[in-house]
């Protein structure tokens, strides 16, 4: 895939739109379109890196910040009794879209009820 291709690159760039929950020069985070939870969004980097597995030590600090966020993000969005996070990666790791991203999910869940 070339990265004029990749889905994620495009919202990144503004070239597709998306209900942003945070921006900045590095990341970008989003509200997934087809939510699994009350609170479900996206954290990408702007750069394009395949997956977790391709990450190279250079993004360390990229990978920190991502996952920094999460917490903050995720109290901002109303996942105030808790939340998840997941990073599928490959594959056979669930993975659909063929660029780094962090799944936080979070808000009242069928088995709290």
Not at 67 to 72: E, H, Q, W, Y
């Amino acid at each position: 895939m070339q990265l004029d291709d990749c889905l994620f690159c495009r919202i990144a760039r503004g070239e597709i739109p998306a209900a942003k929950v945070y921006e900045d020069d590095e990341v970008l985070a989003f509200k997934d379109i087809h939510p699994k939870a009350p609170v479900h969004f996206l954290i990408i980097p702007k750069k394009h890196i395949q997956s977790l597995a391709h990450a190279e030590p250079e993004d360390n600090a990229l990978l920190g910040k991502m996952l920094g966020l999460t917490r903050k993000l995720a109290m901002q969005e109303g996942a105030v009794n808790g939340f998840r996070v997941i990073i599928n990666t490959g594959r056979d790791g669930g993975q659909e879209v063929d660029h780094l991203h962090i799944h936080v999910l979070g808000g009242p869940q069928p088995w709290t009820k």
